[in-house]
């Protein structure tokens, strides 16, 4: 059974840091492209950052450039993402993301972490 796990949400004051992370299993992780997503309130889902299978390669939105970092561990089937200099429009809930390289119906969404940046 696949699942992705996110954690490490919460509240945070303006300029704080947070680090999610994202715990995966039922299937070959190293194989899977990951990313992050994240819907604020009122708002589309929108990707925030992506990482390759191998993790030589990652890719963030303007929005977040600079402020976070995505990274991944094969070896533990996890995922993070390192978020710094926190905005209280980066208030949303964040959802892990597993996407196969070739088969795009092979794709799995963990059920989200959410993150308050509010003073």
């Known amino acids: 059974q696949v699942q992705l796990v996110e954690s490490g949400g919460g509240l945070v004051q303006p300029g704080g840091s947070l680090r999610l992370s994202c715990a995966a299993s039922?299937?070959?992780?190293?194989?899977?492209?990951m990313s992050w997503y994240r819907q604020g309130p009122e708002k589309e889902r929108e990707l925030v950052a992506v990482i390759t299978s191998g993790g030589g390669r990652t890719n963030y939105a303007d929005s977040v450039k600079g402020r976070f970092t995505i990274s991944r561990d094969n070896a533990e089937n996890a995922v993070y993402l390192q978020m710094n200099s926190l905005k209280p429009e980066d208030t949303a809930v964040y959802y892990c993301?597993?996407?196969?390289?070739?088969?795009?119906?092979?794709?799995?969404w963990g059920k989200g972490a959410l993150v308050t940046v509010s003073s």
């Open positions: 039922g299937f070959t992780f190293s194989l899977y492209a």
């Open positions: 993301n597993a996407q196969h390289p070739v088969y795009a119906y092979k794709t799995y």
